[in-house]
Nanobody, 127 residues
Framework: QVQLVESGGGLVQAGGSLRLSCAASERTFSSYAMGWFRQAPGKEREFVAAISRSGGQIVYADSVKGRFTISRDNAENTVYLELNGLKFEDTAVYFC????????????????????WGRGTQVTVSS
């Protein structure tokens, strides 16, 4: 089972930027579709962005499109989320998730699609 560890969260002013990283333990990382989700206090976990195993397919939530960028480095077993133009409403715990897709090229928006989750990293945006 792949283990995921997020890092890079912190406190930032509105309009600022952060780069989140998610390091995976699995040497077959390139077989996994990856996703980023976030959960604010009192709210359900919501989809942010997802990337296929090769990086050829990428999708974003409408709320972050044009501001956030997901990418991956299969040689480093890491997926990234670049957060730009941060808003107060982006404040949440950000989680990465993995799903083994074998040779598939799909991306997944649903939390239920993913089998492995990290513990999250806190992003706090001050207004």
């Amino acid at each position: 089972q792949v283990q995921l560890v997020e890092s890079g969260g912190g406190l930032v002013q509105a309009g600022g930027s952060l780069r989140l990283s998610c390091a995976a333990s699995e040497r077959t990382f390139s077989s996994y579709a990856m996703g980023w989700f976030r959960q604010a206090p009192g709210k359900e976990r919501e989809f942010v962005a997802a990337i296929s195993r090769s990086g050829g397919q990428i999708v974003y939530a409408d709320s972050v499109k044009g501001r956030f960028t997901i990418s991956r480095d299969n040689a480093e077993n890491t997926v990234y989320l670049e957060l730009n133009g941060l808003k107060f409403e982006d404040t949440a715990v950000y989680f990465c998730a993995a799903k083994n897709t074998g040779l598939g090229a799909a991306v997944f928006r649903s939390t239920s699609a993913y089998t492995n989750w990290g513990r999250g990293t806190q992003v706090t945006v001050s207004s």
